[in-house]
């Protein structure tokens, strides 16, 4: 799996190239730019979503080919089901055929969470087959400009949010068809919207990867987002731990959401987190379960400090292996405020994860002693490594424990 950074709201063709030559001199490990969907507001002659010509005049073949010559890929940003708008004008024929756009979702069903906005294909063998030709000359399209990553939003069943859950239609039938067209031509398919562990196999087959949960964002004027919604992600994301899923053997990885960590806007840090101990647990827990690893900010105005972080060799290998940690214990972050996570890499080194989640809605908790058995990782003797600070803690056998503060991580890399 590779890193991804994400540029959010609506970027034109030359912003996105300044991003991209910062990138390759400060970020050279990030490989994708993926645009969110302020990238598309109509459809082609054959109601395929196409890009707006007034935020890229010259094409995205153009921009894929600028990113590729930086050693990047573009990703965007689509709705599963057919566009109700493209299904309503009349002249519009699937590529390749005779047949309407509109005539393959006469029943009108809702294609996704965000009601109204598509259709789900009919499901008579020839709405079936048309609908399949359909997605085929989108893959197609999108092959044609150099798309190498495709976010699916509001699929189902799942949706929502814990208050007001299942609100996407279940699309699986259509998510197969997309899988199908979008896998020939080597394009990475993100689901997305709340994701239901539940379906996680099935999830696994259908794409390279899901959104386990709501946005991370707070949706506030001020900030980002918060140290309790970071947080909120380790119990969701244990949810997901012990699937069988989620690794390199599928291709299959979970998606904590953007790593927000130093957004700036006018030179103000408005990520919402409460201090740099937050911040450090933000990266270290996306890098210990190998989440999608995506920048909610505009690289080029975050700090070099976090920049630096972004760029942690040793916690870039510990996230490249693709391999989720698991939790020690609950992973209840609630519950459990003493959260312990590991996994085992290739060299048959282990990395474990230790982390105070004592944070609440308006304010920090409290420091706790967190520790764990050398046996629960499977080692008996182990040399201990500081990874963030860099330095050799010694030779432990048994156990090990350490203070945090609440909101503070350590990770450890132990050697037998």
């Not at 009601?115 to 499901?123: A, C, I, N, V």
């Not at 085929?136 to 990553?149: Q, Y």
């Not at 975050?302 to 630096?308: F, N, R, W």
């Amino acid at each position: 799996m590779e890193e991804n950074t994400s540029s959010h709201g609506q970027f034109n063709d030359q912003v996105l190239r300044d991003i991209s030559l910062e990138m390759k001199i400060k970020m050279p490990q990030y490989e994708y730019i993926n645009m969110d969907s302020g990238w598309c507001e109509t459809y082609d002659q054959y109601g395929r979503w196409t890009y707006r010509q007034d935020l890229f005049p010259y094409g995205l073949k153009s921009l894929s080919d600028y990113l590729a010559s930086n050693g990047q890929k573009l990703g965007v940003y689509i709705l599963p089901g057919i566009r109700k708008d493209a299904a309503e004008d009349s002249n519009v024929k699937i590529k390749g055929t005779n047949h309407r756009l509109g005539d393959i979702v006469k029943k009108k069903r809702d294609g996704n969470g965000f009601l109204g906005s598509t259709f789900m294909p009919d499901e008579d063998d020839l709405s079936t087959a048309l609908a399949q030709t359909y997605y085929d000359s989108m893959g197609d399209l999108f092959a044609e400009w150099g798309v190498s990553f495709v976010k699916i939003d509001g699929c189902g069943p799942g949706g929502g949010d814990t208050l007001r859950p299942n609100q996407s239609p279940d699309n699986r039938k259509c998510l197969a068809m997309m899988k199908k067209a979008f896998e020939k031509h080597n394009i990475w398919m993100e689901l997305s919207w709340y994701l239901d562990p539940a379906y996680a196999n099935e999830w696994a087959t259908l794409a390279n990867g899901a959104r386990i949960f709501i946005d991370i964002e707070s949706y506030s004027k001020r900030s980002m987002t918060s140290s309790l919604r970071v947080f909120q992600r380790i119990t969701q994301a244990a949810n997901w731990a012990h699937t069988g899923v989620v690794g390199p053997d599928r291709g299959f990885y979970i998606d904590l959401d953007v790593v927000t960590v130093g957004m700036t806007v006018n030179g103000k840090c408005i990520d919402g987190l409460d201090n740099d101990d937050v911040r450090l647990s933000y990266i270290s827990f996306w890098a210990l379960t190998s989440s999608i690893f995506c920048l909610g900010a505009d690289p080029r105005c975050i700090p070099d400090k976090y920049l630096k972080w972004f760029n942690h060799p040793e916690i870039l290998t510990i996230h490249q292996t693709g391999i989720m940690a698991k939790p020690i214990q609950s992973g209840n972050a609630w519950n459990n405020r003493r959260q312990v996570w590991w996994k085992r890499l290739p060299d048959g080194s282990v990395v474990v994860g230790l982390f105070n989640t004592s944070v609440f809605m308006f304010m920090l908790g409290k420091s706790y002693d967190i520790k764990f058995a050398l046996k629960d990782v499977g080692m008996e003797k182990a040399t201990i490594k500081d990874v963030w600070a860099g330095k050799s803690l010694g030779v432990y056998d048994n156990k090990y424990s350490v203070v945090l503060r609440p909101g503070q991580c350590q990770i450890l890399m132990l050697k037998p």
